[in-house]
T-cell receptor
Framework: TQLLEQSPQFLSIQEGENLTVYCNSS?????LQWYRQEPGEGPVLLVT?????EVKKLKRLTFQFGDARKDSSLHITAAQPGDTGLYLC?????????????FGRGTQLTVWP | GAVVSQHPSRVICKSGTSVKIECRSL??????MFWYRQFPKQSLMLMAT?????????EQGVEKDKFLINHASLTLSTLTVTSAHPEDSSFYIC??????????????FGPGTRLTVL
């Protein structure tokens, strides 16, 4: 089993603050995906990182893939209440032809106005 | 992006009855669909991988006779919870891979089905 350790599990901050969510594993993944989920809805894909050391930006969100492709981080600058949600990282099993994902436990982010 | 729908979005049933949940890929063909279960404030737990035209692959600890999966076409997979009990109450989510849209096995998720067993 390939495990992804995601931290922190809960994060409650004020509007305007910065935050970072971490996703770590002892396993190498062919790629890693970040999803955001709102209550009562399915997860929505934010980004896929593929290359070791890769950095991708999505407005105020910055995603980084570790050089060894074992870890990733999500940094949000100047958080807004609309960023509130459950953030999930998921690694793609290198050995799976069907694209099985291994999910982290998730980070529940609450941004207060 | 690829669109996946689920029906129903919410279902309440009595203990002992069976409930069927449908997962459809609306604008693409999905040879592989995945079924997840999610408890409040927790991550997704993979239950099974559904393959069109063949038997589903269940994760360890998931009862295949209780959670029946049928993937009869390239756009439809169904999950039937048989003889449901209150402990089966949960949020069930399906996802599908669009081989043409994602180069890196991205999964597109349905909106989920909230099952409550009384």
């Amino acid at each position: 089993t390939q495990l992804l350790e995601q931290s922190p599990q809960f994060l409650s901050i004020q509007e305007g603050e910065n935050l970072t969510v971490y996703c770590n594993s002892s396993s190498v993944f062919s790629s890693l995906q970040w999803y955001r989920q709102e209550p009562g809805e399915g997860p929505v894909l934010l980004v896929t990182v593929v290359t070791g050391g890769e950095v991708k930006k999505l407005k105020r969100l910055t995603f980084q893939f570790g050089d060894a492709r074992k870890d990733s981080s999500l940094h949000i600058t100047a958080a807004q209440p609309g960023d509130t949600g459950l953030y999930l990282c998921a690694g793609v099993d290198r050995g799976s032809t069907l694209g099985r994902l291994y999910f982290g436990r998730g980070t529940q982010l609450t941004v207060w106005p | 992006g690829a669109v996946v729908s689920q029906h129903p979005s919410r279902v309440i049933c009595k203990s002992g009855t069976s409930v069927k949940i449908e997962c459809r890929s609306l604008d693409f063909q999905a040879t592989t669909m995945f079924w997840y279960r999610q408890f409040p404030k927790q991550s997704l737990m993979l239950m099974a991988t559904s393959n069109e035209g063949s038997k589903a692959t269940y994760e360890q600890g998931v009862e295949k006779d209780k959670f029946l999966i049928n993937h009869a076409s390239l756009t439809l997979s169904t999950l039937t919870v048989t003889s449901a009990h209150p402990e089966d109450s949960s949020f069930y989510i399906c996802s599908a891979r669009d081989p043409l849209a994602g180069q890196h096995n991205e999964q597109f998720f349905g909106p989920g089905t909230r099952l409550t067993v009384l």
